[in-house]
């Protein structure tokens, strides 16, 4: 019998609701409290929740150090890229302005650009924060063994 | 008179907070002071709700309550377990910087708008601008989420880049956390 059962098995059954949850907070940004920053930390969370329950090199396994690198720089990117877009997209013939979402979609009387746009820049958010918790947990759990109960 | 019920339910919350700070300053345990700030950054998300500051709330619960503690823990765990006793004189430093800053807050308070003013600077100028153009120009239901991604969109890419830059100072002193011991890596060289 492994030790932590009803933690391990509950965690389990947690973990994937958690990362629903904060795709949850981050696609209803819009309409009601959270954003891509709340919803980064979340899914964060579910991450290091496994990592403490089944240990570092579960965790690496499932989220490799390399991929959260990469991920860093990956969410700037879709920000500034988003800005870029509506840059080259314009429809109605004049210039636009950068990160100006109006020009991602043609029906300006809803400003279904500005929920597109809004959504884009909040994901490059999303994707930044949760690869830069888990870059800064990586980097203070890698220095340790993982937690042992004596450590209490 | 709902409004009186929710400032009682106020400063129980404050005075819940004073007591969980007067407990991690008594405390020598480090584990028990990581997991007691922990409480107060949910605690204090709980008063921000109660403030009607949600998305401020849920920041607090998910980055202070959360995020913080489990990194607070990884810091402890390269640390000791107990922190030492400081000397008598050590208190009364550490006390006269505290009554000197406590001071100059409560001389501060007269200046502040009572709460809930509607002539407060928070809730005149920019920020009644925002809540009236909102509806119009973004069509979005939470203003928050507006002023945050799109009419302060390049404030909200400084801060991803600032995000981006801790990590990235983080792992230049800590290393990448890839779990190999340095040696194993000169080994490889």
Known sequence: MSPHLILRI???????????????????????????FQAGVIIAVAVILYALIFGMDEARRAVPPVAVRYGAALGVLIYVGTGVLT???????????????DAL?????????????????????????TSVMLAIFYAFAGRVPDIKDEDW | MPSDLTQYLDYALIAMLLAVGFAIVRLRNLFAVVMLTGVYSLLSAAWFVS?????????EAAVGAGISTVLMLGAMLLTARESEPAGKKRHWAAFAVVAAAGAALFFAIPDMPVYGDPDSPANSYVGMDYMDRTPNEIAVPNVVTAVLASYRGYDTMGETVVVFSAALGVMLLLGFGTGRREEDEEDEL
């Open chain 1, 10 to 36: 509950v965690s389990k059954l947690l973990i994937p609701l958690i990362v629903v949850f904060g795709f949850y907070v981050h696609f209803h940004g819009d309409f009601g409290p959270g954003g891509g």
């Open chain 1, 87 to 101: 840059m080259f997209m314009n429809g109605a013939g004049e210039p636009l302005n950068f990160l100006d979402y």
């Open chain 1, 105 to 129: 979609h043609p029906d300006q009387s809803h400003h279904s650009g500005q929920h597109y746009g809004i959504l884009l820049v909040e994901l490059g958010v999303l994707t930044t924060v």
């Open chain 2, 51 to 59: 403030l009607d500051a949600v998305d401020v709330a849920f920041t």
